[in-house]
């Protein structure tokens, strides 16, 4: 079993839609949580840290479970702009942080 | 804003060859990850580095890779002799991390060196 897991997608969606990914991880003890987001060609770049309350930036908002071992993002009336591949990102303490392989959004007009 | 550098850009060469990388991590920042990415693996965590000690290289393949921190504004990632499967886009990153966990800040990474051995 990966010690991330995502949905690799893509999930199309029309603009303005709601859509959400979850990702779970292996460890119990896994200790911060992060979403990054790549473009094509581009380089990861973070897009928010997950706490432990769930947080929110704008129109995206953070979960974590972990009870359950996930994490998820949820993106709120997408934006064409929001079409990315995102990476979730789980530190275990053990490694450097474990990326998973990403799921990919693409927002349609 | 504060940046990771990397060079090349690109690098184009032929099997055999020796390639160096170089990654210039944010100042500041105490820890270097060297990363490779391809379609079919994602991204692969290669070697880091906290306070310039190498602290895992176990994605490493040691035979041909060497990673090295010879000062704190400077990684390099070296391949001898390199091979078509070492294609790939290979990532620096840097950030800051307390001596309890290996990685509790995100990281930033830089443009990346887009690597194809013909």
């Known amino acids: 079993r990966k010690e991330v897991e995502q949905d690799p997608g893509p999930f199309n969606v029309p603009e303005g839609a709601t859509v959400a990914f979850n990702c779970t991880y292996s460890?119990?003890?896994?200790?911060?949580f992060f979403w990054y987001r790549q473009d094509c060609r581009k380089e990861p770049k973070l897009l928010m840290s997950?706490?432990?309350s769930g947080n929110e930036d704008g129109r995206f908002t953070a979960q974590l479970n972990r009870a359950s071992q996930y994490i998820s993002l949820l993106i709120r009336d997408s934006k064409l702009s929001d079409s990315a591949t995102y990476l979730c990102?789980?530190?275990?303490?053990?490694?450097?942080?474990?990326f998973g392989s990403g799921t990919r959004l693409q927002v349609q007009p | 804003d504060a940046r990771v550098t990397q060079t090349p850009r690109h690098k184009v060469t032929e099997m055999g060859q020796e390639v160096t990388m170089r990654c210039q991590p944010i100042?500041?920042?105490?820890?270097v990850f060297w990363y490779r990415q391809t379609m079919m693996q994602g991204l692969e965590l290669l070697a880091y580095?906290?306070?310039?000690?190498?602290?895992?290289d176990s994605g490493m393949p040691k035979d041909r890779f060497s990673a090295e921190m010879p000062d704190a504004t400077l990684a390099t990632l070296k391949i001898q002799p390199s091979e078509p499967r070492d294609s790939a886009v290979y990532f620096c990153?840097?950030?800051?991390?307390?001596?309890?966990?290996?990685?509790?800040?995100?990281?930033?990474f830089g443009d990346g060196t887009r690597l194809s051995i013909l």
């Open positions: 100042l500041g920042h105490n820890t």
């Open positions: 997950v706490y432990s």
């Open positions: 460890n119990s003890a896994s200790q911060s």
């Open positions: 990102v789980v530190n275990t303490g053990r490694r450097a942080l474990t």
């Open positions: 990153a840097s950030g800051l991390v307390s001596l309890g966990g290996a990685g509790n800040q995100p990281q930033h």
């Open positions: 580095f906290r306070n310039r000690a190498p602290l895992d």
